[in-house]
């Protein structure tokens, strides 16, 4: 059994797959440094390392904030629970609560159990032994929650219900973005040692947001980003939508 950090990987590195119009074909298969080994036909080997983006410019949560994020945290529990009560299908599941108007307290049991019901009704299609990923939109959710990312591989042995942007909000992401391939690229030369053909870098975030919101892809566009990975992606998960920066 894969321990679950590598299980997550897994499921992330083939939604990547699924949403990146540049992934070559070939088999991909996991690894270490580098995280995963694409078999490319032509028999050359594409390594792909992957990085959470790091938001170490966030700021730290004040007191209000700390404890509105444990009751977020409580509600999240609570629907896990809920669902797990009649169904042993194991997902990865990503809440994204509204930051001006979360759920109130008091109507936080209601609002996990209404959570719970777009969940399940989300995965009615997901067909057996496939991946599988839904963002459930606004409008079918409870008050106080914008969306809910709902993802299922078949290695995944255990549940991960999580609070989305859960390390925090950048507050500039492109240097929270420069921050993670130099992290990375201090050990490309020990993924190196595969002598493989390539290498990607891809930087995963739950939803590109900033305390700047409104120019942020702009800001992404426009920067002029240097790796010696062949490639460098940033891919945002609730969107589906990946940025090729270098």
Not at 45 to 67: C, F, Q, T, Y
Not at 110 to 137: D, W
């Amino acid at each position: 059994m894969q321990e679950l950090k590598k299980q997550l990987e897994v499921l992330l590195a083939g939604y990547f797959r699924e949403c990146c119009a540049d992934f070559p074909k070939g088999k991909m298969e996991a690894s270490e440094s580098p995280d995963f080994i694409v078999k490319l036909k032509n028999s050359h080997r594409l390594g792909i390392e992957l990085v959470r983006l790091n938001p170490g410019s966030a700021d730290v949560p004040d007191e209000h904030e700390a404890e509105q994020n444990v009751i977020l945290e409580e509600l999240i529990d609570d629907a896990r629970e809920l669902f797990e009560q009649n169904s042993e299908v194991k997902l990865f599941v990503k809440f994204l609560f509204n930051k001006k108007h979360p759920p109130s307290p008091e109507r936080s049991l209601v609002t996990a159990a209404k959570a719970v019901n777009a969940i399940r009704n989300s995965i009615r299609n997901k067909k057996p032994g496939n991946l599988f990923y839904h963002v459930i939109p606004k409008e079918q959710l409870p008050e106080g929650l914008d969306e809910i990312l709902v993802a299922h591989h078949p290695g995944l042995e255990a549940s991960v219900w999580e609070r989305s942007n859960n390390l925090g909000i950048s507050k500039n992401v492109i240097h929270d973005i420069l921050k993670s391939i130099e992290k990375k690229e201090e050990k490309l030369r020990l993924y190196k040692k595969q002598r493989l053909e390539s290498y990607w870098l891809l930087i995963t975030t739950d939803r590109l947001r900033g305390q700047r919101n409104y120019n942020i892809r702009n800001q992404i566009a426009n920067h002029n980003f240097q790796s010696d990975f062949e490639c460098v992606f940033l891919f945002d998960l609730f969107r589906s939508h990946v940025f090729r920066l270098v």
